[in-house]
């Protein structure tokens, strides 16, 4: 292993130093983290999954299963898996070994490798039983995985951009860019795609004249003529989805700010080009995973495209045309180079290799490799006579098994693959809609053909639109047609362990294992070996897998198929997939119009069904119960100031509003008056109560819905939905005006005395403005609402006027109530105060099993004699059965003891239902709880136990309401 | 009689290429029961759906009306990279915007409506989202550095 004193696209004027292990190392601008450790002579870069076996690089790209290492970069970053072949080297960089103790030179965990004939596949779900997995769970889970996560968080941003365009090309190799060439000469909006950061995809290791010119040329050219079209280097089509979408992940060179270096894009595309060529496959043998035996395609790449020659003395083996080209290069590198192909006559490339220095032997294999720490010897045999291998000293060992289309793409969009036995191959078969192949994915190895697929692909993208070509294709001499391949799917030697997933550590005795297990199926192969389950999603390993699962039982590879294809092709962080939703930006969040009084009054702001909203106003010296008590205790004692704007508010207007809403509200809507606001439960078809409300008729055609805070988006969609799909000829429409409105409460004995101080044109009166009553009017000069409704309990006045001029209102209304020592009160203790009354809050006390007749309310299924939604689920023998919870108050027999919420409540020690709220009650001077009861309605007085977590206390059933139950107060 | 005056959040945002502005255009109205062709906007009505606008200017003088001027806060985004953030934002293609277009849809994960306006695109998001949306709009800008 060295760099070559020429070569390659590095900039060797631009040296980058960077650690590995702690050692100080050095490498240029332009090469890969792995690059620069084969530079280095770096051998072992990692250690295996399962048997901690010492581990090189195999390979130089996506496809790479060993290279895996933990980084740190200067600014702060950390990849705790980083893939060291697609990461580009940064000066500053320290990369280190991932899966070994103390290093990965020396790793103790190593020993287990001693063990592997005690540990096949399979073999924890058949060890780890008894007496029972959980003994050995947490033990597993600490060895189990590679890199380590750092605890700190991550504090990057990271960047998502939508798009749509007429075709996206995948792949920047001659076939995607003679397709994009075509596709943009015609006025197409193209993307054009490619995981490098340089266009040319093969062209970039492999020399060839096009059009007349150096490939390299062509390319050029080709770029500067893409008009108008999308260029993304360095950006790995990720995820194809349905109709054309797609994932893509964007390397950014540079990112500011702190915004993270990886940008997803979420593609549309009425056309897509799949030129994304093909991944070479290793040979499977004896030894096959010992650092030092590469993928050849990989050891071609690092000599063309870094300088870097990977051996000195190299063996190269294949059963297939490409890896010759990795010959003749390393020997004009000046290796020394021999080449064994399994193929009895190799044909015309031999001969060329020959003129190179390589020596080609014919119809011979590798056997077996050795060497500690790394390659020293390779035994090639003759196919015939396995048993009289030649040892042969080589310090890098190259192989090629053919090449294995990457239809990866293809696949996860649905597509179906078949087998094409003469290129021993899997080929996309059919193309989805909209979907076009170019280049080695189809299976050719000729880059006339890409080349002319490429241009036919984006000329058919183009007619489908309207559009013709009307350019010339490019044009490449031929070439000589390669001579075929000779399947070599593993060497047929007892007892020598021959790796087929790298990454995975699943060898071909374990794919034999599970065949006599009867694991026949790929998927089942799959899942018990975890073949192709790695980071790497069997890019290597996949197609060895099936064919040595196909001769163990004794069928074709076509009759064995292969698995679906699920995106993401490569790992992609899930900070690039969340992208800006993190931090305060994970979720929306409302803000009530007076969200910076709350703030200046001390509020305890917390999110309440996407509201923030005050929880209470905490004051120096006060912990949050004491806050609570105090405000809930005021609101009785003299007066309280609520800000309920959250509160929903849908305007329903029309001919046909009252008699949609009495098909839709469990409760009689029709005959309200207008003026008049009622309490309403609207239910689900299951009879299920979805929400509570007050419901306002604000004219004989016009009602106004107050729904729950988070439920105002729910029970809109609601009402739309039933009127679209049910009640099309119902004349009405719906408008949410919620956010319009400002809504404040003042709640108390003394609310009235405040109101009075109110410049308004509303009668406040009791007779003009009862309990359950609104007037509409000016208050100060501005339009508004003022209405009688109460969730305290007190005699309350909500007023309601537009939102911009809510926070004047606020202060205004703390103003006038300071004689009368106004106390503003939040969430919580709102929640005290109707828990003293025994008023339900729809999802505390109750849940997605309880139906009125649970709540008490039963009146309008005896009495509403038209249909409404859920009736009929009233009726059902479980909705009338007498045992059903009831909704009831619970007083503990220590008054200073609140039980918790989901406390059970038991008799002989069966649960007869469980506690919905509790809470100190100011008023009371003592704990109170709500519950939902066996039968509960039927049992007051009785006396229950209360059980949570292994601590009892005792209670006694009461009716809900704890505090004034004639509703005196209300109009105290 | 007490002043109550208005509370109206005023901000600007500026990137390279962009200025994220609050504006009150004027008073905002939901009506329904008025046609007009679907992801227009005709004399300051904006399509919300079959039958339904948000009209800005004067209220319609048919049709149920509702005032909702103090339900939106209105931002106008200006300068050739607001197609790059509604890009971040939004899979709705920028073309879609065309002079005299409109579209309620999903935006930095929330429902709102961006509007072509003057060359650029002007959202109109419910009040109580506002602040959290200028949130995100101030993280996004950065991007454009």
């Given amino acids: 292993m060295k760099r070559l004193p020429g070569g390659g696209r590095i900039d060797r004027t631009r040296t980058l130093d960077f650690t590995w292990d702690g050692r100080k190392l050095s490498g240029f601008q332009g090469d890969t983290l792995a690059s620069a450790l084969l530079a280095n002579r770096i051998r072992i870069v990692g250690r295996s999954f399962k048997y901690h076996r010492p581990r090189g690089l195999y390979g130089a790209w996506t496809e790479e299963p060993n290279g895996i290492v933990d980084l740190a970069w200067p600014d702060g970053r950390h990849d705790p898996n980083a893939r060291s072949t697609l990461v580009p080297l ?32 399979g073999f924890y779900y058949k060890t780890f039983k008894s007496p029972s997995w959980e003994t050995f769970e947490s033990r597993i889970r600490q060895m189990a995985g590679l890199g380590t996560l750092r605890p700190d968080a991550d504090l990057l941003h990271y960047d998502t951009r939508h798009a749509e365009t007429d075709l996206l090309v995948v792949g920047a190799g001659p076939a995607g860019l003679a397709a994009a060439r075509a596709a943009t000469s015609a006025g197409l909006r193209v993307m054009l795609a490619d995981d490098r950061a340089a266009w040319g995809g093969s062209l970039l290791w492999q020399p060839h004249d096009i059009d007349s010119a150096p490939a390299t040329d062509w390319v050029a050219q080709t770029l500067a003529g893409l008009d108008g079209a999308t260029l993304l280097p360095r950006t790995t089509v990720f995820g194809a989805y349905d109709h054309n979408a797609f994932g893509l992940l964007e390397q950014r060179r540079t990112a500011a700010n702190s915004w993270a270096a990886e940008r997803v894009w979420m593609v549309r595309a009425k056309h897509v080009v799949l030129a994304t060529g093909a991944i070479e496959r290793p040979l499977v043998f004896p030894g096959n995973d010992r650092p030092g035996v590469m993928s050849a395609a990989a050891v071609l790449q690092y000599l063309r495209e870094y300088g870097v ?68 010897w390779v035994d090639l045999a003759p196919r015939s006579a396995l048993g009289t291998p030649e040892r042969v000293r080589a310090d890098l060992l190259a192989i090629s098994g053919g090449l294995s289309p990457a239809v990866h793409l293809h696949s996860q969009a649905g ?111 799959k899942r018990y070996t975890t073949l192709g389950m790695a980071n790497d999603q069997g ?37 690039a997939l969340a992208g800006l939703r993190h931090g305060k930006l994970f979720s929306p969040v409302r803000h009530l119009p007076s969200h910076a009084d709350h703030l200046a009054n001390g509020a305890v702001m917390r999110e309440y069904g996407g509201w923030l909203r005050p929880a209470c106003y905490q004051r120096i010296g006060e912990t949050v119960a004491d806050a609570i008590t105090r405000e809930a205790a005021a609101a009785r004692a003299s007066a309280g100031l609520f800000d309920g704007s959250s509160l929903g508010k849908i305007e329903v207007a029309g001919p046909d509003a009252a008699a949609f809403l009495n098909l839709m509200y469990y409760n009689e809507v029709a005959n309200l008056k207008p003026g008049r606001i009622r309490y309403c439960l609207l239910l689900r078809e299951t009879g299920v109560v979805y929400d509570d409300g007050v419901v306002a008729r604000l004219a004989p055609d016009r009602y106004l819905l107050s729904p729950s805070s988070s439920h105002t988006a729910g029970v809109l969609a609601m009402l739309r939905a039933w009127h679209q799909t049910d009640f099309p000829h119902l004349k009405l429409a719906f408008h949410d005006t919620t956010a319009a409105w400002a809504t404040y409460a003042v709640s108390g004995p003394r609310s009235r005395d405040i109101l009075a101080k109110l410049t308004t044109d509303i009668d406040l009166s009791d007779d003009a403005l009862p309990h359950m009553a609104f007037s509409e009017g000016r208050i100060e000069g501005l339009p508004g609402r003022i209405a009688r409704v109460s969730f305290t309990g007190e005699r309350s006045y909500e007023l309601t006027i537009p939102a911009a001029h809510g926070p004047a209102l606020w202060r205004h209304l703390l103003a006038l109530g300071a004689a009368d020592d106004v106390t503003l009160y939040g969430i919580e203790s709102l929640s005290v105060l109707r828990a003293e009354k025994g008023f339900i809050l729809i999802g505390t006390d109750t849940d997605g099993m309880t139906l009125p007749v649970d709540l008490g309310v039963t009146a309008p299924l005896r009495n509403k004699h038209l249909d409404f939604v859920g009736k009929r689920s009233l009726l059902t023998p479980d909705a009338l059965r007498p045992d059903r919870r009831h909704f009831v108050g619970l007083l503990p027999e220590d008054p200073s003891f609140v039980p918790a919420v ?52 005792r209670a006694t059933l009461t009716a809900p309401c704890h505090l004034d139950p004639q509703g005196a107060r209300l109009h105290g | 009689m ?34 007009i062709a679907p992801n227009t906007i005709d004399a300051g009505r904006h399509w919300l759906a079959p039958d339904r606008v948000l009209a800005l200017g004067e209220p319609p003088p048919a049709g149920f009306v509702s005032d909702v001027t ?21 899979t709705l293609s920028p073309t879609a915007l065309a002079e005299g ?30 602040a959290w949306l200028l949130d995100w709009l101030t993280q996004a800008a950065t991007s454009l550095a």
């Fill in chain 2, 70 to 90: 103090d339900g939106f806060v209105v931002l106008d985004l200006t300068g050739p990279a607001w197609p790059t953030l509604l890009s971040m934002a939004s």
């Fill in chain 1, 415 to 525: 597509g179906k693959l078949r087998w094409d036995e003469p290129l021993a191959a899997f080929l996309p078969d059919a193309a989805r809609p909209g979907q076009f192949f170019a280049g080695a994915i189809t299976g050719t190895p000729s880059l006339a053909a890409a080349l002319a697929q490429g241009h036919a692909a984006g000329a058919a993208a183009a007619h489908a639109l309207g559009r013709t070509v009307t350019l010339a294709a490019p044009r490449t001499p031929d070439a000589v047609a390669p001579t075929p391949i000779t399947p070599l799917w593993f060497v047929d030697v007892p007892d020598r362990r021959q790796w087929i997933d790298l990454q995975n550590d699943v060898t071909l005795k374990d794919v034999a294992l599970a065949a006599q297990e009867n694991y026949a199926s790929v998927e089942h192969l």
């Fill in chain 1, 539 to 575: 890019k290597t390993s996949n197609v060895n897998g099936l064919a040595a699962l196909a001769a163990f039982t004794g069928r074709a590879i076509a009759d064995v198929g292969t698995t679906t294809f699920r995106p993401p092709f490569i790992p992609v962080s899930l900070g």
């Fill in chain 1, 902 to 953: 989901g406390s059970h409540a038991r008799v002989d020690g069966r649960s007869h239902g469980w506690i919905t709220s509790s809470c100190h009650s100011p008023a009371l001077g003592r704990s109170i709880a709500l519950g939902m009861i066996e039968a509960g309605r039927a049992r007051l007085g009785e006396t229950v136990e209360i059980f949570h977590l292994g601590h009892i206390s």
């Fill in chain 1, 90 to 121: 940064e000066a500053g960089m320290a990369a280190s070994g991932v899966n070994a103790w103390p290093n990965i030179r020396h790793d103790a965990l190593g020993l287990i490798d001693l063990f592997h004939r005690f540990l096949p596949a």
């Fill in chain 1, 309 to 376: 020659c990977a051996g000195h003395e190299v063996v190269v083996a294949t059963n297939n045309d490409t890896a010759y080209a990795t010959a003749v290069a390393l020997a004009e590198a000046g290796a020394i180079v021999s080449l064994a192909d399994a193929r009895p006559d190799p044909g015309p490339v031999a001969l060329t290799a020959q003129s190179h220095g390589v020596r080609v032997r014919p119809a011979t294999i590798p056997v077996a490799t050795g060497g500690h720490h790394g390659l020293r």
């Fill in chain 2, 101 to 130: 277009h409109c579209a309620q849809t999903v935006f930095a994960g929330l429902t709102l409506l961006l509007a072509a306006h003057q060359g650029g695109m002007r959202i109109f998001v419910e009040r109580p989202l506002a």
């Fill in chain 2, 2 to 35: 007490a002043d109550l005056a208005r509370t109206d959040l005023t901000t600007t945002i500026t990137a390279p290429g962009l200025t994220i502005a609050t504006t009150t255009p004027g008073r905002l109205f939901l009506a329904s029961g008025i046609t």
